[in-house]
């Protein structure tokens, strides 16, 4: 504890909001016992504690220090200030558990081995490999990768749709479906045949604009978006892309953390053409009890907004957890609805 002694007087101004969506505010950052003590600059008030050790940076190496703790926080913490961002990385250090000698240790041993070791997982533990990649990588790095995919989807004749009042409805209807920050991206002349909402990666939701007027409804839309992230928890979205990358580039990501742009050439319009999965009945009804959201909407459409309904869909019917309520609550109003159905014509 002797780093934390050290700069436990030392603070610093910054800026923090409490989701990504709220304004950022003027604090004083300071460290506690153990903690990152975040309090409102006039007033000195706390408004936060992060525990030092689930503290992680967001864009290393770029300026302002962008920060965020483990666990999906929707927090946001942004630092300029040398002092401060040079001692909350010796502080982390310092905290840091046993297991991250094994972090440090991992590229040297891996890079001693060579070619055996990649001879080694191409012919006999591809599978092994892509799994513990996928067991390793941070949200951070697959928020990147979920953001490069978007971009080659655009490179490839894909538009992103947005208008000033369809993005707020938008949000809206993220916070009121997702417990975590999600990003949800309305895209035109995406390489499907029927419309679908698409898991990318790092929670960014890629939808067909054509599936907003198929919805007739924020609670039918919102619907097909819970199936999205149900399969995403059943199928680590990671995984398909480290298959599609090789075990080359897998091995890369797992030792450099950087997975070359060659490896992805082509994964994000290939997703669009694969069949969807069909997610587990049970734990999608919990999903919807969750959000509060009756599974009636997406199940009685007469538009398919997702080919898994052909086999689930009377069991999402049986199990609607708002099967007892004649009103269910709105996730839009009729104007914010007509807002976000406008949002290509912003």
């Given at each position: 504890?002797?780093?934390?002694?050290?700069?436990?007087?030392?603070?610093?101004?910054?800026?923090?909001?409490?989701?990504?969506?709220?304004?950022?505010?003027?604090?004083?950052?300071?460290?506690?016992?153990?903690?990152?003590?975040?309090?409102?600059?006039?007033?000195?008030?706390?408004?936060?504690?992060?525990?030092?050790?689930?503290?992680?940076?967001?864009?290393?190496?770029?300026?302002?220090?962008?920060?965020?703790?483990?666990?999906?926080?929707?927090?946001?913490?942004?630092?300029?200030?040398?002092?401060?961002?040079?001692?909350?990385?010796?502080?982390?250090?310092?905290?840091?558990?046993?297991?991250?000698?094994?972090?440090?240790?991992?590229?040297?041993?891996?890079?001693?081995?060579?070619?055996?070791?990649?001879?080694?997982?191409?012919?006999?533990?591809?599978?092994?490999?892509?799994?513990?990649?996928?067991?390793?990588?941070?949200?951070?790095?697959?928020?990147?990768?979920?953001?490069?995919?978007?971009?080659?989807?655009?490179?490839?004749?894909?538009?992103?749709?947005?208008?000033?009042?369809?993005?707020?409805?938008?949000?809206?209807?993220?916070?009121?479906?997702?417990?975590?920050?999600?990003?949800?991206v309305v895209m035109r002349s995406l390489p499907t045949e029927l419309p679908r909402v698409q898991h990318v990666m790092g929670r960014i939701f890629i939808v067909d604009a054509r599936l907003l007027e198929e919805a007739g409804s924020a609670e039918a839309f919102g619907g097909?978006?819970?199936?999205?992230?149900?399969?995403?928890?059943?199928?680590?979205?990671?995984?398909?892309?480290?298959?599609?990358a090789g075990v080359i580039a897998t091995f890369r990501l797992l030792t450099s953390a950087e997975l070359p742009p060659s490896a992805m050439a082509g994964y994000a319009q290939a997703i669009f053409r694969k069949p969807l999965a069909v997610p587990d009945v049970d734990n999608?009804?919990?999903?919807?009890?969750?959000?509060?959201?009756?599974?009636?909407?997406?199940?009685?459409?007469?538009?398919?907004?997702?080919?898994?309904?052909?086999?689930?869909?009377?069991?999402?019917?049986?199990?609607?957890?708002?099967?007892?309520?004649?009103?269910?609550?709105?996730?839009?109003?009729?104007?914010?609805?007509?807002?976000?159905?406008?949002?290509?014509?912003?």
């Amino acid at each position: 504890m002797t780093a934390l002694e050290k700069y436990r007087k030392l603070e610093g101004p910054g800026l923090w909001s409490a989701s990504e969506h709220d304004q950022r505010r003027e604090v004083v950052v300071g460290f506690g016992e153990a903690t990152l003590v975040i309090s409102d600059s006039r007033s000195m008030a706390v408004l936060s504690h992060w525990s030092l050790p689930a503290v992680v940076r967001l864009n290393p190496g770029k300026r302002p220090a962008l920060y965020s703790t483990e666990g999906d926080s929707a927090e946001l913490l942004e630092l300029d200030d040398d002092w401060l961002i040079d001692a909350l990385k010796v502080v982390q250090g310092a905290l840091s558990p046993p297991r991250s000698l094994m972090s440090r240790l991992r590229k040297p041993i891996l890079a001693s081995v060579g070619v055996l070791g990649i001879l080694l997982a191409a012919i006999v533990v591809p599978r092994a490999l892509q799994d513990h990649t996928a067991s390793v990588v941070p949200m951070a790095k697959r928020v990147e990768l979920g953001e490069q995919l978007r971009l080659d989807l655009v490179r490839s004749g894909a538009v992103a749709c947005q208008s000033s009042y369809g993005m707020p409805a938008l949000a809206i209807l993220q916070r009121r479906l997702f417990q975590t920050p999600a990003q949800i991206v309305v895209m035109r002349s995406l390489p499907t045949e029927l419309p679908r909402v698409q898991h990318v990666m790092g929670r960014i939701f890629i939808v067909d604009a054509r599936l907003l007027e198929e919805a007739g409804s924020a609670e039918a839309f919102g619907g097909a978006l819970l199936m999205a992230a149900q399969r995403s928890a059943e199928e680590d979205p990671l995984r398909p892309l480290l298959q599609h990358a090789g075990v080359i580039a897998t091995f890369r990501l797992l030792t450099s953390a950087e997975l070359p742009p060659s490896a992805m050439a082509g994964y994000a319009q290939a997703i669009f053409r694969k069949p969807l999965a069909v997610p587990d009945v049970d734990n999608l009804l919990e999903r919807f009890a969750r959000a509060g959201i009756s599974t009636r909407p997406l199940a009685d459409n007469p538009y398919p907004l997702d080919t898994a309904l052909e086999t689930i869909g009377p069991a999402l019917r049986a199990g609607d957890p708002l099967r007892a309520e004649t009103d269910g609550t709105a996730l839009l109003s009729d104007g914010q609805w007509v807002s976000l159905l406008n949002i290509c014509d912003g």
